[in-house]
T-cell receptor, first 115, second 113 residues
Framework: DTEVTQTPKHLVMGMTNKKSLKCEQH?????MYWYKQKAKKPPELMFV???????INESVPSRFSPECPNSSLLNLHLHALQPEDSALYLC??????????????FGSGTRLTVV | QKEVEQNSGPLSVPEGAIASLNCTYS??????FFWYRQYSGKSPELIMS????GDKEDGRFTAQLNKASQYVSLLIRDSQPSDSATYLC?????????????FGTGTQLKVEL
């Protein structure tokens, strides 16, 4: 299995809603990542989890709350989002956050629209 | 100053030609270099990685790295319409808390019939 699976593929939520994005990989990777991508822009790193512990938070607003329940799962909890948070949210994984000679495998993303 | 820079394009090449994509990076501590392909509305797909100076070939793709000039390039030979996509240069560099994969702005490639 060489895939990163993200659900849901599309999500529309109101500014007062609470929702969660889910990501799963079964490649034995020990590092998982959340990226945000706006239209016609490159992906921007949000969070890094290494061995199930949060190792990097790129000054992301607290309305985004990551969680790593185990080495295969990564969640992103959303609360009180703003319309400008609408974007493609990408999950990725790699062998190890400290090993540099491996690329990241990306999931297909969740297209989020905040209304 | 942007960490990873690319010409946004679009770069238009005729079918069968060689497409040349370029990337520069600012952090001399950068250690690994990748090229991702992203079709419109899809997620990035890793197509090449390179870690040491010189050329690396994989099928129709050749990646070139020059650490002294802080320059990475991707050549696509015998370009096909299916190669039309945005190509993202990405660099791993050390950061607080661990290594980070940072993307350039991407170059849009159009292969014309």
């Amino acid at each position: 299995d060489t895939e990163v699976t993200q659900t849901p593929k599309h999500l529309v939520m109101g500014m007062t809603n609470k929702k969660s994005l889910k990501c799963e990989q079964h490649m034995g990777h020990r590092a998982m990542y959340w990226y945000k991508q706006k239209a016609k822009k490159p992906p921007e790193l949000m969070f890094v989890y290494s061995y199930e512990k949060l190792s990097i938070n790129e000054s992301v607003p607290s309305r985004f709350s990551p969680e790593c329940p185990n080495s295969s799962l990564l969640n992103l909890h959303l609360h009180a989002l703003q319309p400008e948070d609408s974007a493609l949210y990408l999950c990725a994984s790699s062998q190890d956050a400290l090993m540099i000679n491996y690329g990241y495998t990306f999931g297909s993303g969740t297209r989020l629209t905040v209304v | 100053q942007k960490e990873v820079e690319q010409n946004s394009g679009p770069l238009s090449v005729p079918e069968g030609a060689i497409a040349s994509l370029n990337c520069t990076y600012s952090d001399r501590g950068s250690q690994s270099f990748f090229w991702y392909r992203q079709y419109s509305g899809k997620s990035p797909e890793l197509i090449m990685s390179i870690y040491s100076n010189g050329d690396k070939e994989d099928g129709r793709f050749t990646a070139q790295l020059n650490k002294a000039s802080q320059y990475v390039s991707l050549l696509i030979r015998d370009s096909q319409p299916s190669d039309s996509a945005t190509y993202l240069c990405a660099v791993i560099h050390p950061g607080g808390g661990g290594n980070k994969l940072t993307f350039g702005t991407g170059t849009q490639l159009k292969v014309e019939l």
